[in-house]
């Protein structure tokens, strides 16, 4: 594959206090145009590792280069390649959507006179043109999770990170989200969290395994899929993974 | 930048009920110490008409109620300075600044401004109650503006220290009960101290307060207050700043 890096993350290591190591030597790398699933038991590290992906939480030690610019160094313009939708999104709850994504926007440097044209946008790619006026809080937890992806690529980034975005969703919503994710693997990278394995199947290019803060298998998920389906795989890589250590 | 997280912070402290009870309970407390001090003034108007320089209103009414209200400020401004960050972080809608291509300064000063700009309107409402005294009689307009900024002043220096707290903690109510707790301290500085020149009661916002409030502009207040502000938002820049690099 010959497109170019649009993100790339070396030996991430993050402590919560002294012992406790929540990621520890992380490495990978995304191509314009890729989408990444990132698989693993719970609290193996995931979410952690796409915080310091996204700038939310700074590694001890490590470094993040987004779309050439370092991380810890140029934030505001790596920051700006980026649209992260966290495990709980960050809405503001007594905001409208129109107004809580036009805020998104103007945070993230759309400038003025593209503002309607990306919240247009934005808005039929989640399916939320009906819900223009509604106040956050009073809508359900599928369209709040739609408004959480909304404000990650109305910028229309170059990276989006999405952490379990089909949680809570019902199974139209989550087709539709699949379809969109695929939709946005083509023009930009997408990093991606989750646990149901047949969306990694369907959708991610390549794979990765966390366990215990440790990366323990990184390829395509047609290797994966080499040695019978998804899920025996997952459990095997996983389950020898733990032997091992 | 600044401008588009002030315009935000300003309509969503002005869309939440709490903000609405709160501005209705400042302005019905303010009407009152209005009748009440607007009362008393005239009781004893009669005997004050023999003095020569007798007092006027604005000094036996306005100044007064001004007091009143930097007290009332320094009650109410903990109640929303709590939610400016600490609340964020609570409900994790402070992850969307975080991962924004935005500087810790503009986040804070657009916070500031923001909430500068609600508290401007709250002392416009007193402003406007104070203002009917030009109805009735002469009033020194001179005193009364050196006291409204007097109050503006002194709500900004809350308002700061305010969001210094806020943004050291996770928890809304400890934002809002240490800021509190030190701006009453504050004030208890420039209550208990007997010798106006103390050391101490030079520290106290209330204290420069205390001459605006008289109608004596001193350049030294102005230079205490700006100095305040700044120290207070650098502080919170700092702050932020340190938790982006190590983490909270």
Redesign the interface.
Known sequence: MSAPVTLSAHELTRRHGANLVAVSGVSLELRRGEVLGLLGHNGAGKSTTLQML?????PDEGTVTICDFDL?KE??????C?G?L?E?P??????RVD?FLL??A????VPAAKQAEALALAKQRCGLQDCSRKIIGTLSKGYQQRVGIA?AIIHNPAVVVLDEPTVGLDPAQIRDIRTLIRELGDSSSVILSTHLLNEVENLCDRVIILQHGRLIFSGSSAEMLANGNMEDAFLQITESGAAGK | ?IY??AK?EF??LF??PSTWLMLALLQFLFAWFYFARMDDYLQIQAQLAHLDNAPGATIAVAAPLCGALALMLMLLIPLFTMRVIAEERR?????????????AAHIVLGKFFGLLALLAIIICGCAAMLATLLLGTHADLGLMLANLGGVLLLAASYAALGLYLSALSKQPIIAASSALGLSFGLWMLEMSSSDNRSFLRALSPNAHFQNLNMGLINSADLIYFALFITTLLWLTIRQLNDE????L
Do not use: C
């Open positions: 996204t700038g939310a939480l700074p810890a934030p505001e313009r790596a920051k700006a980026i992260f966290p709980h960050p809405l503001y709850k007594d905001m107004d805020f998104a103007r945070l993230h440097k404000q | 930048m588009t997280i935000k309509r969503s869309a939440a409900n994790q809608t402070w992850v969307l600044l975080l991962t924004a291509p935005v500087s982006r690099r190590h983490g």
